[in-house]
């Protein structure tokens, strides 16, 4: 099997002859032809397919399949001998005549595809000759962009050839996407942005690869889109992040070899797993497809992935300007108000505009009826782990007119931001995130986390709170890794991020005495810089003001000091909560003026009052009286660590 073309001085010379399996049926003949003399014997049923593969051609398609095979090694940057190697691997695929032959040339009584071996005597190259072993390695273009697999672990001739159905099907003139890409490939909305205008420049100045990097809620993949169709090129966007680990590098693979099939560029979602040692082989494969390719990962690109660094950018958060934009050029609709504060990204837009309607159908809208957008995109957002959407609102709270109207100014701040953002270049100038921060501080019970709540829920955004003791870990550099997570959550959703009992981790920064007071520095510098990047609604919970750190202070635009409740403030609470009893005893009145007089404790507690007394009487059988609150108070004076009065709480006379 050393026959075939010699080895010119710049490489292996190329077979003459007709092309396509025309040509191949005749270097076919010709190998059959040297095992009759070699042997002196013939094999009727070679002799007889071959007979048949001749007369039975059809010319014209056999020409529509060379030019195919001529195009896909322009487009790969193939050699002649590597595109006749591609046309042995695939042949038995193409024709099963040919499959025939190939298996009584290998010494088998039935079909069989090629072997190393067959194919290069087949592709004219000697079995001994350096380049049939280079085409074939791993950095070939025929194996680094996944035209030919070479199959098993034996000797290194015998070993099979393939060539994945994909490609096959190329050849035979059929575009069809591959199962394993099935689940993997998205839709994008692609959009002209500022941000966007250097990769255009690069890619139409011949970069290949680009990489953007897209913090969550960031429209990378918009950008990446719409630099493709800035240039008038099609895309194909995968998403890797839909994909399982084990099957990464296959899906990257087939992505690459896709999209140059099919002449678009290739945008790959999710891209940061491509940065492990694991898979640089598929980014390697990316860097060489010929057409571009642009990474969208979270992760800042890392200078030890590739020889060559390629270029990078950072993708924008819509403004709320662009978010509108975008819903009218979606749905040729205006809007909703509130739609603007929403931190959607064009694909979540898209699906809000989809979702909202399956929501019209299921709720039995009429066709006049107005789409539930809000609801949507509420939905289509997600909740997240410890996330609720409160059902209260302002007429559930009970605070003096000052704290109350701190509390709607921040409702108002968190509505309007994205267009007080638009109108100001400050934050972009300082490249820091424009968010709202504001700090509840007052005793237990003061209303803090309810109006964290109420905040919430007047802005129909979900209340993501947090709890800090799943957050700090004695673990160094994990309590960093758990805010990021944390942060990374809220950016990406539409929620008010609520850390309750926050000097837990807000505290005054120490002195630093020894190593554990250096980390527990770092993570307060990370939280500082965190919080400070962070573009939505920061709402921290502290019992105790004056342990908060002065460089958190200068972060926040809100601080809300919640008093123990005054008499007054306490009479309006009664009457909230027993507003809500269904059943009241006439014959046993609640003296509001004594309760607020004498029971002296915060809401939380005025609530649990009624609660109890609410049990108690339920238990009892009876309507809620005076005697059922009042016999209530002590247990939770008792609990809270109160001295009671002498003369206990009950209405004198």
Known sequence: MTSGAADGPDGPDGLAGPAGLAGL????????????????????????????????????ADARLAERLDSLAELFGLTEPEADLLLAAAAADLDANLALVFGLLRGSDGALGASVGLGLELSGLPTTSPHGFAFLSDSGPLRLHGLVEVRGDGPWLLR???????????????EVLEALLADAVVPTVPLELTEGAPVVRALAAGASLVWVRSAAGTAGASLAAGALAALGLGRLTVDLSRVTAHALGATVGAAAREAALRGVGLVVLGADPLGSVALRRALATLEATPVPVLLVGRQAWDATWLPQHPLTVDAPRLTATQRRRLWEGLTGTAPPDGFGALRLSPEQATQVDSYSRVLALAHDAGPDAPLDVLGAARVVGGSLVGGKRPTVGFEDLVLP?????????????ARHHDQALDRSGMFTAERKGGGIAALFSGGPGTGKTLSASVIAGELELDLFQVNLSQVVDKYIGETEKNLERIFDQAESMNVVLFFDEADALFGKRSEVKDAHD?????????????????????????????????AFTRRLQFMVHFPDPDVATRRRLWELHLSRVAHLDPDDPVVLDHLAERVEVAGGDLRNIVLAGVYDATAAGEPLGMRHLVAAVPSVYQKLGLRMPADGFGVPG
């Open 160 to 174: 099979e050839l393939a060539v994945p159905d994909r490609v096959v099907a190329h050849l035979a003139g059929a």
């Open 518 to 550: 250096r980390y527990a520095n770092q993570e307060v510098s990370y939280l500082l810089q965190r919080l400070e990047q962070f573009d939505g609604l920061t709402i921290l919970c502290t019992n105790l003001r004056a342990n908060l750190d002065a």
């Open 401 to 413: 007119p000052t704290q109350e109207a701190q509390l709607r100014r921040i409702v108002a701040w």
């Open 25 to 60: 049926t005749q270097r076919a003949e010709a190998a059959v032809q040297r095992r009759t003399t070699a042997f002196e014997t013939q094999d009727a049923r070679a002799t007889a397919a071959l007979q048949v593969l001749s007369t039975s051609y059809d010319e014209e």
